[in-house]
């Protein structure tokens, strides 16, 4: 750990003196990069800077224990001093998780009813309405890509883009499968019912992320359906792309223009097609361990939301919280924390795991 904490105070300073150069700073690209690249890399290299001083001056003052009228006085500067080295020490392991690069992306957020029927179709509408009223708390913007109603109120599937900061950071942890218990309003008996819905979050693919070949794409159009305006059942606006390499099918039709319909079809397609490819990358660097998100197999069931008992549990944590109701309007704060501070743990595990004895102490 420590070499290759060396290593990148190197690389800050040669890239401190770089930015000096008025031929880098001409070079706007370039400057920007490196200017980029020292902001990522600052707090790294200052607290290691810290944590080096602070060995430097536990070293001096363990000189001073030799001395009966300095031991007693150095005995409680050490005990201080000490306290901060493992604290910048903890602070550095934390600062050396790789970063999720698509952290600061926006997603693409796919949520689909799965088992119960139509309770199954109100349990999707209840987590779209969550993650939209949190995504209102946030500032962030949310766009429908396409819905599919059940009626009643349900929604056999919705697609939608969120935009703002740092949305795939805090939405990631929640793909998979949720399981909804609760009784259903046409339910005599009382008897608890137990549906499920599939949510899965994608950070938006931009081109520069995923290059897809025309070639490898086969786009049908046809006549919409379902409410719209006279137009909707007589025009060829909606789309349906196949990504024939993998077989992805995306379809559009709530727009009236084929043209948009497309648009948002393709952005979608990217976005899916750039998660298949990180799962793919995921499973090849770690096939047995759980990473975020488990493999990335949308069955498997990460949240119980216990309507009698006012209760949602995440099960890969384990955490519990007796606020459903508030959650489901949108204050999902605790439970996006709990699970992002549990993953964060475990990739500080890995990095305490794999890091070398420290030789100074």
Not at 57 to 83: F, N, S, V
Not at 115 to 125: I, K, M, T
Not at 290 to 316: A, L, M, P, W
């Amino acid at each position: 750990m420590f070499d290759k904490l060396a290593s990148v105070e190197a690389k800050y300073e040669q890239l401190m003196a770089e930015v000096a150069d008025p031929a880098v700073q001409a070079d706007t690209a370039k400057f920007r990069t490196h200017s980029k690249m020292l902001a990522e890399m600052q707090p790294l290299v200052e607290h290691f800077r810290a944590y080096k001083d602070m060995v430097a001056r536990i070293t001096t003052t363990e000189e001073l224990l030799t001395d009966p009228d300095m031991r007693e006085l150095a005995q409680e500067e050490l005990k201080a001093l000490e306290a901060r080295r493992d604290a910048l020490l903890a602070e550095i392991r934390v600062l050396l998780v790789p970063k999720d690069p698509n952290d600061e992306k926006n997603v693409v957020l796919e949520i689909r009813a799965g088992a119960g029927g139509d309770e199954a179709a109100l349990f999707a509408a209840d987590l779209f309405r969550m993650y939209s009223r949190y995504a209102e708390r946030q500032r962030w913007r949310v766009e429908v890509l396409n819905i599919s109603d059940s009626g009643g109120g349900g929604i056999k599937e919705v697609t939608a883009l969120i935009e703002g900061r740092g949305v795939y950071s805090r939405l990631k942890y929640d793909s998979g499968v949720h399981r909804v218990q609760r009784v259903p309003a046409t339910e005599a008996s009382g008897r608890i019912h137990t549906s499920t819905a599939t949510v899965a979050v994608l950070p938006e693919a931009e081109e520069v992320d995923i290059q897809i070949d025309a070639k490898d794409l086969r786009i049908d159009t046809f006549c919409s359906s379902g409410p719209g305006g006279q137009s909707v059942n007589t025009t060829y606006s909606a789309v349906r792309i196949t990504h024939i390499p993998t077989g992805v099918v995306v379809s559009q039709q709530d727009e009236k223009s084929q043209v948009k319909n497309r648009a948002k079809a393709m952005k979608v397609l990217r976005s899916r097609l750039y998660e298949m490819e990180m799962r793919r990358q995921q499973e090849a660097i770690a096939k047995d361990r759980r990473t975020q998100v488990g493999t990335g197999d949308r069955s498997e069931k990460i949240r119980t939301y216990n309507f009698r008992e006012n209760r949602i549990t995440d099960h890969r944590i384990p955490f519990t919280m007796h606020q459903l109701t508030l959650a489901l309007d949108g204050d999902l704060g605790e439970l996006i924390d709990a699970a992002a501070a549990h993953f964060t743990a475990e990739k500080l595990k890995e990095v305490t795991d794999t890091a070398e004895a420290d030789p100074v102490r």
